[in-house]
C-alpha cells in the first residue's frame, strides 16, 4: 500500500490500494522538515501555519499524487524471492503522471537556487535531468564502478553482505555548487548517502534528497541524519 506524502484530507482507493494519508510537514529546522507519516490526529494551528508558508501545497496535490501511485506497479519476488519490486517503468507509461511527478519536484526546488541535480544510477537518469532542466541547474551522474569515462571520485557504502561503490567525474561539481540528489526509491539508503559524501567531499552543499517512493520499513530515512529527504508517496 502506498501513504502519499500530503496535507490534504484523506480518502481511500480500495481498487487501486492507495491511501492517501492527512499529512504536514513540520519544519525542525530553518532547512529541515520532517514528514509526519502516521495517522494525524488534530494538528496544531500553529504548526498548520508554520508548514503552509514554508511549503505551501497546491490545491491539485492529492490528486497528481494519487494518480502518480496508482501507476507504480508492484512486482513480487523480483530479481529473488522475498523482493517486492517497486517498478516505476509503468509510470513513465503514463504522460500525465510522469509530468506530474517531474513538475511535483520542480515547483518544490525551483526557488532553492539549486546549481546541480545529481542522479544516482540508474533510475536518478529519468527523473534528474528533466528537473535539471526545469530549474536551470547542471545535470552530474552519479554511477556505479567503471561506468564513467573520465578521471572519478569513489564513495564505498555497505549492502547487506559487502560493500559496493559509487563515483563522480572529478570537476563535475565544484565547491560552493548546490546540490539536489535525486533517485526513483529510497530503501536502506546506501546509495543516497554515498552519493551525499562524493558532492560533500569535493565542497558543495546538498540541500535535499528527492525520490518518488519511499520503503519506509527499511528506515533509510534514518541514515541520513539530519539531511532533509522528500518523497512522494511512501510503500508500506
Known amino acids: 500500500m502506498y501513504t502519499v506524502i500530503t496535507s490534504r484530507p484523506h480518502f481511500s482507493n480500495l481498487t487501486k490500494g492507495i491511501f492517501v494519508n492527512p499529512e504536514i510537514l513540520l519544519p525542525t529546522s530553518p532547512q529541515t522538515f520532517t514528514p509526519i507519516r502516521r495517522r494525524a490526529g488534530n494538528l496544531a494551528s500553529s504548526n498548520m501555519a508554520a508548514a503552509a508558508a514554508i511549503s505551501p501545497i497546491q490545491n491539485d496535490d492529492v490528486e497528481r499524487i494519487a494518480k502518480i ?13 522475498g523482493i517486492m519490486f517497486q517498478d516505476i517503468t509503468t509510470l513513465l507509461l503514463d504522460p ?27 533510475r536518478g537518469f529519468i527523473f534528474g535531468p528533466p528537473i535539471a532542466l526545469a530549474i536551470g541547474a547542471k545535470f552530474v551522474p552519479i554511477r556505479k564502478p567503471k561506468k564513467l569515462p ?43 548517502c554515498a552519493a551525499m559524501k562524493l558532492l560533500e567531499r569535493v565542497g558543495a552543499q546538498v540541500v535535499e534528497c528527492a525520490c518518488v517512493i519511499e520503503l519506509a520499513e527499511l528506515k533509510g530515512r534514518d541514515r541520513l541524519g539530519e539531511k532533509p529527504l522528500f518523497v512522494l508517496v511512501s510503500s508500506t
Do not use: C
Open 96 to 122: 500525465v503522471a510522469f509530468k506530474d511527478t517531474i513538475d511535483l519536484f520542480v515547483e518544490r526546488y525551483k526557488h532553492m537556487n539549486i546549481s546541480v541535480v545529481a542522479g544516482v544510477e540508474a
Open 150 to 192: 573520465g578521471e572519478v571520485i569513489s564513495e564505498e557504502y555497505s549492502l547487506e553482505y559487502g560493500t559496493d561503490k559509487m563515483e563522480m567525474h572529478v570537476g563535475a561539481v565544484q565547491a560552493g555548487d548546490r546540490a539536489l540528489v535525486v533517485d526513483d526509491l529510497i530503501a536502506t539508503g546506501g546509495t543516497l
Open 69 to 81: 501511485s496508482s501507476t507504480i506497479r508492484v512486482i513480487p519476488d523480483f530479481p529473488k524471492p
